[in-house]
């Protein structure tokens, strides 16, 4: 009999344990607290990466957020009656989300993402509405935007929308599953991935069949790669636990967030449930397209390009083969591997040679704590050094990227880094 | 363990008849253990070492492999200063206060207690001291600069850097860092960033006073002498409280 208690501690130990885990995830979104509710919907809408300043009070707003037509400030939204949103309604505040208008009906700068909020469902932003009033009034006014003439003129902004605007809550496809669609709501609607992972033009705007197609990241000089092409960040071919991994952790088996995207996972995605992570990642997997034909091959001479290959390996050998593996192979999650790694092949290689000259962390994160960090090689590689590594990862072990020059690496060196 | 206690008093006539039961569950979970342990193991082998160094590998080709510092110049020593003076820069280097974009970047996603940790672990590294340099400055210059460190300047209220920093100069736990194996271009830049306001620290910020009293010349002169000046070999930081300060100072709770 004593022999056997402990195996039966055990066993009702991890029962206990299921139980207990289980009572966790449902106390997330489904819960009936609406504050609580509200919160988490605030997570997934990433709220405070903008309107918290740096060592500021949260929701305060007071962030500078560069833009190509100048700087704005966020807005505080906290409860303040006089300098917050403490005198809205849940329908002032659910009309901002839904049409990008202030309760005076001025028009809000499309910085504010109103342009995927306004998918969100009357009962979420009421939540959200019902946590903002719940958390401490912070009398901070608002900082005057600072924009070029004429986009300082907020009449242009009337234009703006006329294009690029499409008001209306999200519609589920009846075709598809619920988890499809719960996934398809948070990506389209709260987590407006498609502020950055959409071409955007020069006035600021995305075609909608454009949508989810990458692009550059203006002013951070980050590419957001195509969520659709299986030749950028598609994840066709990626398992479903693999994106639930890279989207909550930071890190997979498949490859890494750095960047705008660390600050995603970081400040937004860690904190959603199992259920609603895997939702996004069904959803995000579903989009992928069939991948079009390779681009063309290299712009640079082929005596070139295999010269700056041959240099490419020397350099990877000595530098990067200790952690990423002589055949790109990397230990991961943590260390990532480089060959088949969409990211290193995409068309654009400004992502790869950023994180060579820069290096980088992923985001700390509740399932990764204490991430591992990419050394920068700016101050130990020359501009070819970096060109002919990063040629050099582009093409080997099978991958299908082209090489980049020396001049691309150069210009890169000056790139914003926060 | 209440709920073996539980099981003990209470026998329960389904589990006293199962015994097979049991062993069958005792011999799956040995299985189930050793595949585990055989998973694990295979996992090791192909996982980065799970080590601090490991994960600070990021920070050494600008602060040596062991926070001993490089061959640049104005890239500063980590090991063996007090490790609240260095997860005091690495809170100010992720939130922004201390500017330095290639650091701000590598640190705005990290949580403070993996900041701290990091901060504990460059604090417990001992690197040898590199050998002092001569000085290309003048005996004027050096005079001056000792003058300053080592006495201050009373009339401009300039209090001796050893008031605060210690009378061997090696600082003191939890927040104020020694100064000494330190190169005299990093020293110069960083009291150049006070004088200026463009490097801060929490109120009432102690160095950004001081140093506004200092003109160009005084920070040249204390730069060159300190980097002149061979640090002891008992550089470790003095205890917390091991002496008062001349005032308060945020960076240094009392």
Redesign the interface.
Known sequence: ??S??????????SLFAGSAAEAQQKAGPTSDNIVARGEYLARAGDCIACHTA??GRTFAGGRAMPTPFGTLYSSNITPDRETGIGKWTAEDFYKAMHTGRFPDGGLMYPAMPFASYTKVTRADSEAIFAYLKSIPPVNQRNREHDLRFPYSNRQLILGWRTLYFNEGEFKPDPTKSAEWNRGAYLVEGLGHCGMCHSPINALGGTAQSDAFKGGLIPMQNWYAPSLTSNREAGLGDWSIQDISDLLQTGVSQRGVVYGPM??V??NSLQYLSDEDTRAMAVYLKGISEPSPPPPASSVLPTTESSLLISLGKTVYDKNCAS?HGAQGEG?PP??PPLANNQSIEMQSAVNPIRMVL???????TKGN????????????LSDNEVAAVVSYIRTAWGNRGTPVSARDANELRSA??? | ?P??VA??NQPDPV?EGG?VF?RN??LA?AIATLAACNVAAAQTA???PDTMA?????????HGNKGEGTS?VYFPRLAGKPAGYLYNQLLAFK???RKY??M????????D??LQ?MADYFADQHPALPPVVASDASQEVLQRGQSLVTRGDPQRQIPACGSCHGPALTGMEPGIPGLLGLRPNYISAQLGAWRYGTRTAKAPDCMQQVAARLTEEDVTAVAAWLANHPAPVMNAPAPKGTYVLPFACGSEPE
Not at chain 1, 4 to 13: C, E, N, Y
Request: aromatic share 10%.
């Open positions: 009999m004593p056997r208690s402990p195996i039966l501690v055990l066993l009702l130990w740096p060592e660390a600050e996972v970081h952690c230990k943590h260390w820069n290096g980088g962390y992923p985001p700390g704590p204490m991430p591992y960090g990419m050394p920068p090689f700016a101050g130990l914003p880094l926060n | 363990m709920i073996y099981i003990r589990l015994d049991a569950a005792a979970l192909n996982q980065p490991a994960r600070v590998e990021a920070c050494t080709p600008c640049d939130n922004g206060r974009p290639p701000n970047y590598l640190l705005e996603f990290l949580t207690p993996y940790q």
